[in-house]
Structures are given as C-alpha cells and as structure tokens.
C-alpha cells in the first residue's frame, strides 16, 4: 500500500477516532492525536543528521511534551531527556530515563534541586556566577557522577519573535560573554575547577534562522578552544548545543531539517565534526510538532458584523501560544463533517473561537474555510509539541485526553493512551 499523504493520514484517524468514540460530541469534546510513527521517524532523522565518529546524545526537551508514556516512548527511541524544572526531572525519572542521559537546565535552580541532580548523577549545566558558587559548595561536600557545565551567551541577537531569543544582550539566560571582563573571568574559573568540563548554548528556537543558530553555537565553541589553549589541556571535552529547530507551520513540508542545521553548523563551528568535543543536543518541538494534531467540536455558529463565527472547544487552554500571540504563532486549521471526513465547500472567512470567557479567545480569523456547522470538526494541525500537553487552567476546563497512533501498511489505526482526559470532579483536587 502507498504510503498515506499527510492529509489523507489525518483524515483517517480522525475518521476512526471518531468511530471509537474517542472524539464524540457529548463524551469527548476535544483530543490531541500523536503520530508515533512520525515521531520515531523525526527521532530516526535527527540521528542520521549528524556524522558517525561524533558522540552525541541527543536528549529531548521535556518541555515540549512532557507526557510520560511519549517521554518512554523516546527513551525506547535512543534518546536522552532535558529537564528544566523539578517537575520535568520526575517525569523523566517516571519514564525511565537513567539519569546519566538526563540533562538538567534551569535558570533558577535550588539547591535542593542541584543536590539531587548531583547524587543522581544527571548533567547540570550552570546558568550563572552565583550557581556557579553555590555548586562550589556543594561539590565540596564530596564527589559526584554528574557531568558539569557552563551556560554560556553568545550575544548574537534575536529572531522574529523576542520571546523565543535566548542569546540578545540581556537576555536572563546563561553567562553574556561579550560582556566586559566576562570571558577572562569564565577562563579563570574552569582553570580553577577541574570538574568544570563542557559548554552549553542555545540561541533560541522558533523564528532564530539556521545561522544565527549556528552562529552562537561557533561563539561558544571558540571559547570553548580558548578555554583549552589557555589552560594547556582539554578540560572543555564537550558542547551542548542545545536545541531550538524552528519549525515550518505553513504547510506540510518539514523544513528546515536536522541536516540543514548541522550544514549550517560545519560552516560556523567545524571543530564540533572532527572528533575533539563530544555534543549533544536539546530538540523538542521540531521533533513534535508536525507529528500531532488537535481535534475539537464546532459547539455554535453565529453571524456577527458580517461575519461567520464558529464557536468551538478548543481555545486558550489548549493553543495558548497562538491565542495571546497569533501573528507569531499561526495554526493550519482544516474542517471536518461529525464523520471526521474533510468537508470541500467554498471557503467562506470565519473566526474559529474557542470556549473561554473572554473577546481574544480565537484560533483565526477571518479564515477562510468550507462553511462550519454545529457537529463538524476543526482540526488543529503542528500541534503535537506543546498546545493540548501544557494546558492552560483558564475558565477550569478539564485537560483533553491525548492519543497516540499508528498506523499499519493495510490503513489500519491504532490507537495508544498517552493521556486520559480529566474529570469535571478532578478538578476540585487542585482547586482545594
């Protein structure tokens, strides 16, 4: 059989979601679908990309999606997992992860959390000067597994969208080299602490071009040579270079790809292919996005000023990104009769809100789409990262169930719990 098309393939599982009544206009308003074949074929992507006889560990950031059985599900895959709160550190202990491939980044690290990262043996690395004192301390106390590094701020600027650039010039992440007296200062402290073994970048994610990236990346790596050339030894024996792929939410293609990026990274930071560093990486959303969806029921349609408005379940609390900041993070969104079959008639302009309580609740506007109708579906497409899995509490709706899926060679779905959606009654638990 001739491999599904993306659409095609969505249209599908909707279609059987809907006969499982995994999606059902009374029972099961709204689900999120992840696409594992998808995922283990993103993960398959990212380790093709970067050359043999260069160790990597590649870890996957929590953050994107931190539902445990994914989380196992990526273990299963070869990868590692970044934490950056105690939160996302007992998912991936939950998920299986040996700590020794657990990264742990955070700027506002306790010291309680340090000393578990530390007795477990994860890899910390260091945000700022006076982490850097109170791990000192720490340290003293006796030795520990864990692999330690530095943060380090290239100050190379930002992309398209500020919240998402790591490496401006005030940025609260990580140590600004370009500040005065910083580098000389960052040399002195490796020389004075022999522990101190690898550098750690990341200049931002969604909207930062592939060389601006890259070019963070070789500033880091270029303190990293100097670091050795000064000290005369290799302490620096390696580099995190973080994560951050933007990802392409125009349309179906996936670009840029891992093997963009690291061209990209061979022109800026070449010493990272030879052998002398070891790396690793912090991808998330571009290892999930595209490989999910969001689907949810059209409640009402009204017409308002002249135009159509179809009111659904899905809104702020699951496209939080999108609702606060659309111009930033825009979604494709298609139509589906209750069947989960695309609808095709002429595309009018129609807002598709969601359920919370207030004006901004949109997912688009004016969009233009085959006319909506109370029972149809909308479909929220690149939402497999972040969206319905960092769930936002407004109004107190209940978090939707997520699904994992596949699919075999004859077309037949099958389907995988990830998540199980919340109960009106579990709600009161976290409300007192």
Known sequence: MTPLQPAARRELVLREAVHRRLLDPEDALLAAFVDLDGVAASVTALHRAFPDGVEVLHTFAAKANCLVPLLARLRELGMGCEVASPGEFAQALAAGFDPGRIVFDSPAKTRRELVRALELGAAVNIDNWQELERVDDLLRAGACASRIGVRVNPQVGAGAIGAMSTATATSKFGIALADEGNARRLVEAFRARPWLTWIHVHVGSQGCPLDLMAEGVGQAVAFAERVNAELGRRQVVGVDLGGGLPVNFADDTTAPTFADYVERLRTHAPELFDGRYRLA???????????????????????????????????????????????????????????????????????????????????????????????????????????????????????????????????GVRFVPLRRAQRIDELLRPAG
């Not at 972040?386 to 769930?391: E, V």
């Open 281 to 411: 990486t912090e991808f998330g959303r571009s290892l999930l996005a595209k490989n999910g969806f969001t689907a949810a029921y059209v409640e009402y349609t009204k017409d308002s000023g002249g135009r159509r408005i179809a009111v659904t379940h899905a809104g702020a609390q699951v496209a939080t990104r999108t609702v606060f900041m659309p111009d930033s993070w825009p979604l494709r969104i298609t139509a589906h009769h209750p069947s989960g079959a695309a609808k095709d008639g002429a595309p009018l302009p129609q807002d598709v809100a969601g359920p919370c309580c207030f004006a901004g609740d949109l997912l688009a506007r004016a969009r233009p789409l085959p006319p909506l109708e109370p029972g149809d579906l909308v479909a929220l497409l690149d939402t497999g990262a972040y969206y319905a899995t960092t769930h936002f509490q407004y109004n107190s709706l209940p978090e939707p169930a997520v699904h994992g899926f596949t699919v075999n060679a004859d077309g």
